[in-house]
């Protein structure tokens, strides 16, 4: 491996837990992969970066956005009704 894994996220909380100890003791009931994740990130085998919502792409999968969020999500992963030979039906 050249260097550390990039995980792109879009929750600062997570990012934070992972790489702060500031409240440790308040996290003693998350879970035991939670931890090997901050192992990790101390031992500089991954990092984070966040990445907010207007350019998280899995956003769409995961929560409900408004419809031309996510037309702009499908256009930018080429996933289009142009793109997939599929017809388009007009709005009622």
Request: aromatic residues 6%; negative net charge.
């Amino acid at each position: 491996m050249t260097g550390p894994i990039t995980i792109h996220a879009g929750n600062n909380g997570a990012i934070t837990i992972s790489t702060n100890d500031k409240n440790h003791h308040c996290m003693k009931h998350i879970d035991v992969w939670h931890h090997f994740v901050k192992e990790c990130t101390e031992a500089d085998e991954v990092n984070f970066k966040y990445i907010p919502s207007i350019s998280n792409m899995a956003d769409f999968l995961t929560k409900p956005l408004p419809r031309d969020v996510i037309w702009r999500t499908i256009t930018l992963l080429d996933l289009g009704p142009q793109n997939l030979g599929v017809a388009v039906q007009e709005e009622c």
